[in-house]
């Protein structure tokens, strides 16, 4: 009798032990910037630290000294906020398109759509900025937020999304009662999207809000900066300080990490397209 | 989706799209190309020239009325410092000064480069200078100061670094970046039997000199101590010291460079080498610790735990003269504030700034007159009162004037990885050079590659 109980027990020891040792493995470089903020440039450089240092103060005094952390932390919100929104809705728009219209080209168009999925951004950075610096946008947040809605990987999943989780009898049922094209969107392809559209937006908000290399090249004036590329510019040539910047990353994931403790119950539940259709 | 929902979403995203709009537009019609800010100049300053540089430096407490505005970007906020002893002086020039995180400057200055649009000054890293000092969107310094002062009294090597390939002096550099032998005067006093930097510099005049020392100590110690940390940095030394890779768009690898390879060889296989990855946190605690002697840094190191060291550090001269982490000054030539810019060059390069750079930071002059001039008794404090004037100035001595190019220092540095990695993995002579010409040809198609006969 024992022994089944036995064999079960020790089942769940091991896989208890190994689902620690895997949080353990997250959780570990959160630790280290935490710990980390705490200590100063050259225990990081020198020391693996487990306690908390004290020169806490001291990196606050050196993050601040020559930045504005919470006008960053505010640009940084401003571009973030309005890129998740907009995003969010053109891209459904256009999967919702991809999804329940017919018209000619339409696979050739999604394929399209795929296709640019799966070049890297970073290949066209050049020629966005070509762009960017004729249509006068420099120092603008326009390019940050606007190209966006072209989120090909955010159409797709909407798509593949409203596939499954949206009935064509349900629009043709609106359409029948003479419900028009906007309002079919507004009143019931939104409000059936709204699992994905809350795991769309997290992802489009840390990926705007982590975004460096694009802000870097349109961002010239400090005003205007956004978080990550004000704690980038807390060095020194002479004493590099990066007890200052583990404490400004700590600091530029604490919004990230309220966004998740909001919504991390439906990314949970709905997480998979799967099972936000049988949702 | 209820009704009232919809009109909260509509109304929220009506604020956003109105919030957008509104902050994404630019400050002001800005036409291209111009200075990123209005010029906000309240008073027309007089033309500079060299009576008036020389009236401003002798008389810095006096405040200058001189205003205006202009704007400066750099890669590191030691700016900041710069800036705020040139206000103490000149309290009515503003200057905006803009930090770009460091590794990433030179893609920001790429593009900037591109759109025509620069800040009115602007630093550049030794590393990529020479990519953008030809362009004629970098002001030609003659125009706005007397730059013959720097060939009659700069460091010489300091003199041909600013210059552009036509021999244009096209970035100002203000310190000098010397590498020297780092070490601690307890540690020496008890393995080398003296902190004496001369007497030192002595002992380690030669790698093979060095390798003796090294095997002295390890023996002494029984092991726990090492002289030397690594074969890289022997690299970073002795580059400077061989033939130029490049010359006229053709890399030739002249013997001198097999010599240094070989060199280093011999000190990975000593058994008195202890192999440190160089920059490393493990090497910084291990050279603070005692473990080790010696490491070579420029005079601008941040790898020294001064609250621990303080008073207790030495330099010593190396075997070959280098220089390494250069920050020119550059100008933008379509800047409206060319006078302003005059007068802030004119103070980095004055004695007073260079004077305070070396009494605040132990940063070296790039003034050579100004280095003689105040080496006679000079001592550092947290150098234990060594005079490191007179150091510095037997390794500037040392250090071979030339312009850089562009490919000057990414050479040097691939160099140093592929001979580093080489050594360290048993490769030989023949398979590092074609490992290193195999990058060279992919990163810089244009060149004409000779490929040398392996002794």
């Given at each position: 009798?024992?022994?089944?109980?036995?064999?079960?027990?020790?089942?769940?020891?091991v896989?208890?032990?190994?689902?620690?040792?895997?949080?353990?493995?997250?959780?570990?470089?959160?630790?280290?910037?935490?710990?980390?903020?705490?200590?100063?440039?050259?225990?990081?450089?020198?020391?693996?630290?487990?306690?908390?240092?004290?020169?806490?103060?001291?990196?606050?005094?050196?993050?601040?000294?020559?930045?504005?952390?919470?006008?960053?932390?505010?640009?940084?919100?401003?571009i973030?906020?309005?890129?998740?929104?907009?995003?969010?809705?053109?891209?459904?728009?256009?999967?919702?398109?991809?999804?329940?219209?017919l018209?000619?080209?339409?696979?050739?168009?999604?394929?399209?759509?795929?296709?640019?999925?799966?070049?890297p951004?970073?290949?066209?950075?050049?020629?966005?900025?070509?762009?960017?610096?004729?249509?006068?946008?420099?120092?603008?947040?326009?390019?940050l937020?606007?190209?966006?809605?072209?989120?090909?990987?955010?159409?797709?999943?909407?798509?593949?999304?409203?596939?499954?989780?949206?009935p064509?009898?349900?629009?043709?049922?609106?359409?029948?009662?003479?419900?028009?094209?906007?309002?079919?969107?507004?009143?019931?392809?939104?409000?059936?999207?709204?699992?994905?559209?809350?795991?769309?937006?997290?992802l489009?908000?840390?990926?705007?809000?982590?975004?460096?290399?694009?802000?870097?090249?349109?961002l010239?004036?400090?005003?205007?900066?956004?978080?990550?590329?004000?704690?980038?510019?807390?060095r020194?040539?002479?004493?590099?300080?990066?007890?200052?910047?583990?404490?400004?990353?700590?600091?530029?994931?604490?919004?990230?990490?309220?966004?998740?403790?909001?919504?991390?119950?439906?990314?949970?539940?709905?997480?998979?397209?799967?099972?936000?259709?049988?949702? | 989706m209820?009704?009232?929902?919809?009109?909260?979403?509509?109304?929220?995203?009506?604020?956003?799209?109105?919030?957008?709009?509104?902050?994404c537009?630019?400050?002001?019609?800005?036409?291209?190309?111009?200075?990123?800010?209005?010029?906000?100049?309240?008073?027309?300053?007089?033309?500079?020239?060299?009576?008036?540089?020389?009236?401003?430096?002798?008389?810095p407490?006096?405040?200058?009325?001189?205003?205006?505005?202009?704007?400066?970007?750099?890669?590191?906020?030691?700016?900041?410092?710069?800036?705020?002893a040139?206000?103490?002086?000149?309290p009515?020039?503003?200057?905006?000064?803009?930090?770009?995180?460091?590794?990433?400057?030179?893609?920001?200055?790429?593009?900037?480069?591109?759109?025509?649009?620069?800040p009115?000054?602007?630093?550049?890293?030794?590393?990529?200078?020479?990519?953008?000092?030809?362009?004629?969107?970098?002001?030609?310094?003659?125009?706005?100061?007397?730059?013959?002062?720097?060939?009659?009294e700069?460091?010489?090597?300091?003199?041909?670094?600013?210059?552009?390939?036509?021999?244009?002096?096209?970035?100002?550099?203000?310190?000098?970046?010397?590498?020297?032998?780092?070490?601690?005067?307890?540690?020496?006093?008890?393995?080398?039997?003296?902190?004496?930097?001369?007497?030192?510099?002595?002992?380690?005049?030669?790698?093979?000199?060095?390798?003796?020392?090294?095997?002295?100590?390890?023996?002494?110690?029984?092991?726990e101590?090492?002289?030397?940390?690594?074969?890289?940095?022997?690299?970073?030394?002795?580059?400077?010291?061989?033939?130029?890779?490049?010359?006229?768009?053709?890399?030739?690898?002249?013997?001198?460079?097999?010599?240094?390879?070989?060199?280093?060889?011999?000190?990975?296989?000593?058994?008195?080498?202890?192999?440190?990855?160089?920059?490393?946190?493990?090497?910084?605690?291990?050279?603070?610790?005692?473990?080790?002697?010696?490491?070579?840094?420029?005079?601008w190191?941040?790898?020294?735990?001064?609250?621990?060291?303080?008073?207790?550090?030495?330099?010593?001269?190396?075997?070959?003269?280098?220089?390494?982490?250069?920050?020119?000054?550059?100008?933008?030539?379509?800047?409206?504030?060319?006078?302003?810019?005059?007068?802030?060059?004119?103070?980095?390069?004055?004695?007073?700034?260079?004077?305070?750079?070396?009494?605040?930071?132990?940063?070296?002059p790039?003034?050579?007159?100004?280095?003689?001039?105040?080496?006679?008794?000079?001592?550092?404090?947290?150098?234990?009162?060594?005079?490191?004037?007179?150091?510095?100035?037997?390794?500037?001595?040392?250090?071979?004037?030339?312009?850089?190019?562009?490919?000057?220092r990414?050479?040097?540095?691939?160099?140093?990885?592929?001979a580093?990695?080489?050594?360290?993995?048993?490769?030989?002579?023949?398979?590092?050079?074609?490992?290193?010409?195999?990058?060279?040809?992919?990163?810089?198609?244009?060149?004409?590659?000779v490929?040398?006969?392996?002794?």
């Amino acid at each position: 009798m024992s022994s089944p109980r036995a064999r079960r027990l020790l089942v769940r020891g091991v896989s208890h032990l190994f689902l620690f040792a895997i949080a353990l493995t997250a959780f570990y470089p959160f630790f280290v910037m935490i710990i980390s903020s705490t200590h100063n440039h050259f225990n990081i450089m020198t020391t693996i630290n487990i306690l908390p240092g004290n020169s806490l103060g001291d990196n606050w005094e050196r993050l601040t000294r020559h930045i504005n952390i919470f006008r960053g932390t505010a640009n940084s919100l401003v571009i973030a906020i309005s890129a998740t929104i907009l995003q969010n809705y053109f891209t459904l728009m256009g999967g919702y398109a991809f999804s329940k219209f017919l018209f000619k080209g339409r696979s050739g168009m999604f394929a399209f759509v795929v296709i640019m999925m799966m070049i890297p951004g970073q290949i066209s950075i050049i020629g966005f900025f070509h762009t960017v610096r004729q249509m006068g946008l420099i120092n603008s947040y326009i390019p940050l937020i606007i190209p966006g809605i072209a989120n090909s990987f955010a159409v797709f999943f909407y798509k593949q999304y409203l596939d499954g989780a949206l009935p064509n009898e349900m629009i043709e049922a609106a359409v029948m009662d003479g419900c028009r094209e906007i309002n079919i969107f507004h009143q019931i392809v939104l409000p059936l999207a709204k699992p994905a559209l809350v795991v769309q937006g997290v992802l489009i908000f840390i990926g705007s809000w982590n975004s460096y290399l694009t802000p870097l090249i349109i961002l010239n004036d400090r005003d205007r900066m956004t978080l990550p590329l004000l704690i980038a510019t807390v060095r020194d040539a002479n004493h590099a300080e990066v007890g200052a910047q583990y404490l400004g990353m700590l600091i530029s994931i604490i919004p990230i990490v309220i966004i998740f403790c909001f919504s991390s119950k439906v990314i949970m539940e709905r997480i998979s397209i799967g099972a936000a259709v049988k949702g | 989706m209820k009704k009232g929902s919809l009109k909260w979403l509509i109304a929220t995203m009506l604020i956003v799209t109105a919030l957008v709009i509104t902050a994404c537009s630019r400050n002001g019609d800005e036409p291209t190309p111009v200075t990123p800010e209005p010029p906000a100049q309240t008073t027309t300053p007089e033309p500079v020239d060299e009576d008036d540089n020389d009236e401003v430096e002798e008389t810095p407490e006096e405040p200058i009325a001189l205003s205006g505005s202009f704007t400066y970007w750099s890669y590191t906020d030691s700016a900041h410092n710069l800036v705020a002893a040139f206000n103490a002086v000149y309290p009515d020039i503003h200057v905006d000064v803009t930090i770009f995180g460091g590794g990433e400057y030179r893609t920001h200055m790429l593009t900037t480069f591109m759109s025509g649009d620069l800040p009115d000054l602007f630093d550049l890293e030794e590393g990529y200078m020479y990519e953008f000092l030809d362009s004629p969107l970098i002001l030609d310094l003659s125009t706005i100061m007397d730059t013959g002062v720097f060939a009659r009294e700069w460091v010489p090597f300091q003199n041909y670094a600013m210059k552009n390939g036509n021999g244009v002096y096209k970035a100002l550099i203000f310190q000098s970046s010397p590498v020297v032998m780092w070490y601690l005067r307890d540690v020496a006093e008890e393995w080398l039997g003296t902190s004496d930097d001369r007497e030192i510099s002595a002992m380690i005049y030669s790698w093979d000199a060095m390798l003796e020392v090294a095997r002295d100590v390890y023996l002494a110690s029984d092991g726990e101590v090492t002289v030397w940390p690594n074969v890289g940095s022997m690299f970073v030394v002795d580059a400077l010291t061989k033939p130029t890779l490049v010359v006229d768009n053709t890399l030739t690898i002249a013997p001198q460079w097999f010599d240094l390879i070989n060199t280093m060889r011999r000190v990975w296989e000593s058994p008195y080498t202890r192999h440190y990855p160089a920059w490393s946190g493990e090497w910084a605690a291990a050279w603070n610790n005692g473990e080790f002697l010696f490491r070579a840094m420029p005079s601008w190191d941040f790898f020294t735990d001064w609250d621990r060291n303080r008073g207790n550090v030495g330099i010593a001269v190396p075997p070959s003269g280098a220089f390494e982490g250069n920050t020119g000054i550059s100008v933008f030539a379509n800047s409206e504030h060319h006078d302003l810019i005059a007068t802030f060059l004119n103070y980095v390069a004055s004695d007073e700034f260079q004077t305070l750079n070396l009494e605040q930071h132990n940063q070296v002059p790039a003034n050579l007159r100004l280095i003689q001039d105040l080496s006679n008794g000079f001592s550092a404090p947290d150098f234990g009162g060594q005079n490191i004037l007179d150091t510095y100035a037997r390794v500037l001595a040392t250090i071979p004037a030339f312009t850089p190019d562009r490919f000057t220092r990414p050479l040097i540095n691939t160099f140093q990885g592929r001979a580093s990695t080489g050594i360290q993995n048993d490769w030989t002579d023949e398979e590092i050079i074609n490992e290193f010409i195999d990058m060279i040809a992919d990163q810089y198609p244009e060149l004409t590659i000779v490929r040398p006969d392996i002794p």
